[in-house]
């Protein structure tokens, strides 16, 4: 018989980003770096999608050292998306953090602290572990009731089997509290982590296919499991090292993390800087630094500036970037979106959103979003998809889009309409040009 122990584990699970670029799932090249027209939640832009597509491959071979990629192009045309893109292309589990590059300049941290924190976001570490489990078909829980209640802590036995033999575990409080929240029954196949004491139901056995009337079509039969009740398994998780970092700050929480015998192989990952004319000279010069630690990430930085002052001096440089920095990028541009992609791209936005919209209405986008910006026809679905559910209709017509275009401005009627009332607004030039320097009349009154 086998004793079980649990020690306490906590689970790192990482909020998944459901927004604007959740329809992109990758780059959407074929195996010759050519892009699709459409693929992967991706449309058009062919030439920066290759470009990036040509970084990737330059990852994978390790021969990326040193540079970093900046996206280049004016605002609405994919850069975040192309790097959302090559994050995904990397693989599921390849770290990923975004930041915009004002996000630096916090009260609580230095700017070269948060930037290092940003680049310990995205450099993973993935952690390899054999850890003990026990795996097997549940022939019976049973659970001793103490004779006076409360009197002493629970306790019980668990009796297993695979194909080929059959055990029976001593249970103390904790695992029976365990197998509780999972509901484990008798005919369940499980794991449980030896060293946590983690059960995790895999499915039922096909043995009790017959009660499948009884519990419903979500159940998932899976095949008693054969050999040995006790296995070594390998288990990889995907860490970051900023993560780690968490973890560790906590009590025994390296502990948590480490179980069994580990070996650590390094992941690639993404940190991608948006608006990154935002950073000052000094963060620029430990940028150029960061990047030849042979740990660093890929560094993608985007920008949609042209020839601006580097913050923190009086000099101008393209995009704000100094240009020791700037001859270490290897720089992709986007170009402006056609009506034809305008109207995939929010084809694919509609589909993302579960948005089921008439022929018609999408051509009105389309046309709205190449007067306006794609930024603004992509909000309006969801806006449209609300009047059209208000109206109690299924599918969203003209009239929804219609209507919330006529409820929110774009940037252009938004300009125009501060045009015509602006003497009614604080600091408006309007009240300058009046005398007043500052502004304060405008302020008071
Ligand atoms: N080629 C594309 N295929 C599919 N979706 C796209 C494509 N380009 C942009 N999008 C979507 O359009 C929206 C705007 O694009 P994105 O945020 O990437 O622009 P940006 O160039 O980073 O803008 P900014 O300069 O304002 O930061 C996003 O929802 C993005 O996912």
């Known amino acids: 018989m086998a004793d079980l122990k649990l020690s306490e584990t906590r689970d790192l699970t990482r909020i998944e980003r459901i927004g604007a670029h959740s329809h992109i799932r990758g780059l959407g090249l074929d195996s010759a770096l050519e892009p699709r027209a459409v693929s992967e939640g991706m449309v058009g832009q062919t030439s920066a999608r290759k470009a990036a ?54 009260l609580e941290m230095s700017k070269t602290e948060a930037l290092m924190q940003s680049f310990r976001k995205a450099i993973g570490v993935r952690i390899k572990e054999e850890t003990e489990v026990i795996e097997g078909e549940v022939v019976e829980v049973q659970i001793d009731r103490p004779a006076v209640a409360g009197a002493a802590l629970k306790t019980g036995k668990l009796t297993m089997k695979t194909t080929e033999m059959e055990g029976v575990y001593d249970l103390g409080a ?12 008798s005919g369940d196949v499980i794991a449980i982590d030896k060293p946590s004491g983690k059960v995790t139901k895999l499915g039922r056995s096909f043995s009790r296919s017959r009660d499948y009337d009884a519990i419903g079509p979500q159940v998932r039969f899976v095949q008693c499991p054969d050999g040995e009740l006790q296995k070594r398994k390998e288990i990889v998780h995907c860490v970051t090292l900023h993560e780690i970092d968490v973890i560790n700050s906590r009590t025994q929480g390296f502990l ?118 794609l930024r603004y026809a992509i909000h309006l679905i969801t806006a449209a ?57 405008a302020m008071l009154s």
């Open 256 to 373: 948590a993390l480490f179980t069994g015998d580990t070996g650590e192989i390094r992941a690639e990952g993404v940190l991608f800087i948006d608006e990154v004319h935002m950073l000052d000279i000094e963060c620029f010069s430990f940028l150029n630094r960061a990047l030849e630690n042979e740990m660093a990430p890929i560094v993608v930085v985007a920008t949609n500036r042209g020839i601006t002052t580097i913050r923190g001096t009086n000099y101008k440089s393209p995009h704000g970037i100094p240009i020791d920095l700037l001859d270490r990028l290897l720089i992709i541009t986007t170009q402006p979106y056609t009506k034809d992609d305008i109207g995939k791209i929010l084809d694919i936005r509609c589909q993302e959103e579960d948005v089921e919209m008439a022929e018609e209405a999408k051509a009105l986008l389309t046309h709205i979003g190449v007067e306006t910006s």
């Open 385 to 441: 998809a609300l009047a059209c559910q208000k109206r109690k209709g299924k599918v969203v017509e003209n009239e929804d889009i219609t209507r919330v275009y006529n409820l929110f401005l774009d940037v252009k009627r938004s300009t125009q309409y501060l045009m015509e009332y602006q003497e009614q607004y604080m600091f408006s030039e309007a009240s300058i040009g009046d005398g007043d320097e500052d502004g304060t009349n």
């Open 53 to 106: 597509g040509v970084i990737l491959q330059m990852i994978k071979e390790g021969r990326i050292a040193g540079r970093a990629v900046l996206i280049a192009g004016q605002p609405g045309t994919g850069k975040t998306a192309i790097a959302m893109g090559m994050a995904k292309s990397l693989g599921l589990e390849t770290p990923f953090a975004m930041i915009s590059a004002s996000e630096i300049f916090s």
């Open 174 to 185: 904790k695992m029976i509290e365990s197998l509780g929240k999972e509901k484990v029954q």
